[in-house]
């Protein structure tokens, strides 16, 4: 049976059961343990000088690491990389009117798979499943080099499920490699490659395309992905006993039969379809429409299917959801979920703000945003630190959240008068929170478990941040749409005598947000004012989704950041 520590009492922490199913490579020696940890022993831990006890010796630890790195980078690279190559792609594939597809695809698939990585690695190994990723990266990379949007879907779709597996596994391997003590300093580092990866893509596939031609743009990407598979495949090799290894001892048909693929279909499908809802709900069809309401009961419809097939039907399921209703591990997913809708509504409609309200270039606005990248640095590797200096993170959470929240109230309050100082640094104290809620939230729900779930938690975190950067946008999207048509249509019609020409300004408006640049002085203010309200609307709803993972996240517990492999 598997186990979860829980709140002292009178200085012991029991291990409680978790539930009947057993998961993972690993199985516990016995159902119910006892582990006599006080708390003067976690701040004993802290204090602890022996020198920490990696899976792999140092040099090729280095390697290992730094393909994990690179493929972080990649997975993080591919989500933005044709940001400025949409229209290019389109109007050379005549596809403008499907052009959303080409970004969507990726980032259905990344975000539909993730979930499944946790378990099957458990069941093949960390080994064979990334070099099955790189292998899916760098074959979907090649399926985008052709003439036809179709396949350029299906190459972006098949890119999104080898990226996807790319960042999970490379969070999980890594828990099999370094102690959970040093682990928070490793993962901000991960954090900072993953973040240059999505912050470079834009102006790498804009510099290649350029130069070399759009298609270059995916062709690049191939033999990077077949270097990180050639490295993890010479130097991955590890000890004897790790949870990493998988069900060892079995023939290749007896682990197929260990994978749950009924609930693996019905967590898919219904990711797929809820994540298609958000994407494309009010743009491609109205949130009121048939179609909207329909992919979205289907989509419940599968959870709850997926549930229940979890609970009853699975011998080894994807995700025990046994698993979810530990204290620890369910507050750092929600905490995780909120923080991440609350950042991207901020990472969206920010840049919105300054070049609509205030009337800044595209270039003047993202200057503003260099800052974010600092502050995102830091907190990933300050909440590392901080972990491996005192083997404690609750504290720290609550501190950053105070400051996630305060950054907030700046970012709510900007107006078109805002000074100079305040528009290069409104972002700097939600990314800081941000960047060390995501390594905390990590280490929480890996330290809350037995070793033997610790790949199991890392996909419910990876799941839950991408379900919840989708959601998050999707939602304020609808909220600023609503506050903004409101305001600009009472106000059009007070400046405008005639309602078919107020209609058709009020369209145009909402349609291309650049109007608010070329509409006639005697309106331009009042679309500025109702863009600005609409902002405002979307960070209000932004805050409110901080405020509700900073709640979360007081929740969690203070579990024991090992010095060693070793979690016994």
């Given amino acids: 049976m598997a186990g979860e520590l829980v709140a002292k009492d009178e200085g012991l922490i029991s291990i409680k059961t978790l539930g009947a199913h057993s998961y993972g490579a690993m199985e516990s020696s016995s159902s119910k343990t006892s582990v006599n940890v006080t708390e003067e022993s976690i701040g004993e831990a802290a204090s602890m000088s022996e ?20 493929a972080s980078f990649l997975a993080a690279l591919d989500t933005t990389v044709v940001t400025t190559l949409l229209t290019v792609i389109a109007s050379e594939l005549d596809a403008v009117e499907n052009i959303g597809w080409i970004a969507t695809a990726y980032l259905l698939s990344c975000s539909a798979f993730q979930p499944l990585f946790g378990k099957l690695s458990d069941i093949f190994g960390r080994k064979v499943l990334l070099l ?47 102690p959970l003590r040093e682990r928070g300093l490793y993962q901000g580092l991960a954090n900072i490659f993953f973040g240059l990866g999505a912050a470079s893509g834009g102006i790498i596939g804009g510099l290649v395309s350029d ?22 495949w010479m130097f991955l090799n590890l000890p004897e006993g790790s949870p990493g290894l998988g ?71 994807i995700i025990p959801m046994n698993l979810m209703v530990e204290r620890t591990v369910l ?56 972990m491996r200096q005192t083997g404690r993170y609750y504290n720290y959470a609550v501190i950053v959240g105070i400051l996630a929240l305060l950054g907030m109230a700046n970012i709510i309050n900007l107006n078109a008068n805002s000074a100079i100082f305040t528009q290069f640094t409104v972002m700097l104290l939600p990314g800081f929170a941000y960047a060390s809620i995501l390594t905390i939230t990590l280490l929480s729900l890996i330290a809350a478990v037995p070793v033997k779930f610790q790949a199991c938690t890392t996909s419910i975190q990876y799941t839950f941040r991408a379900t919840g950067s989708t959601l998050g946008v999707s939602i304020a999207s609808a909220i600023f749409q609503a506050a903004t048509r409101s305001s600009l249509s009472e106000k059009l019609h007070q400046i405008i005598s005639d309602e078919d020409l107020a209609n058709q300004i009020l369209k145009r408006a909402m349609e291309n947000t650049n ?28 805050a409110i989704c901080i405020f509700l993972g900073y709640t979360s996240s007081l929740l969690m517990k203070e579990h024991v950041l090992h010095t060693s492999m070793n979690r016994d």
Wanted: proline share 2%; charged share 10%; hydrophobic share 50%.
């Fill in 515 to 542: 109007y608010a640049k070329e509409a006639p002085e005697a309106i331009k203010e009042a679309i500025r004012s109702s863009y600005g309200l609409g902002c405002r609307g979307a960070f209000i709803f932004s």
């Fill in 132 to 178: 099955v990723c790189c292998f899916f990266f760098a074959v979907g990379c090649c399926i985008c080099v052709t003439d036809s949007l179709l396949w350029l879907v299906v190459g972006r779709f098949v890119t999104g499920i080898g990226g996807s597996g790319l960042t999970t596994l490379g969070t999980i391997t890594m828990s099999d490699l370094i």
């Fill in 51 to 70: 020198e920490t006890q990696f899976a792999l010796p140092r040099a090729q630890l280095t390697m290992v690491i730094s393909s994990l790195y690179m």
């Fill in 247 to 317: 069900a060892e001892g079995s023939e290749f048909k007896d682990k197929l039969k260990r994978v749950d693929f009924l609930g693996a279909f019905f967590l898919v499908s219904s990711l797929m379809i809820i994540l298609t809802a958000a994407t494309l709900g009010g743009q491609q069809f109205a949130y009121s429409s048939m179609t909207f309401i329909t992919l979205v009961v289907v989509s419940l419809m599968l959870l709850g299917s997926f549930v229940l097939t979890e609970l009853f039907i699975s011998k080894e399921p």
């Fill in 331 to 386: 507050a750092s997913s929600l905490a995780n979920w909120f923080y991440t809708m609350g950042t991207f509504v901020n990472l969206f409609y920010v840049p919105l703000f300054f070049q609509i309200v205030i009337g800044m270039s595209a270039t003047d606005s993202g200057l503003r945003l260099v800052t974010n990248f600092f502050a995102v640095s830091l907190g990933s590797v300050g909440a590392g630190l901080y």
């Fill in 211 to 232: 130069a070399l031609g759009w298609r270059y743009v995916f062709i690049i990407q191939v033999p990077l992905a077949v270097i990180v598979g050639s490295a993890l």
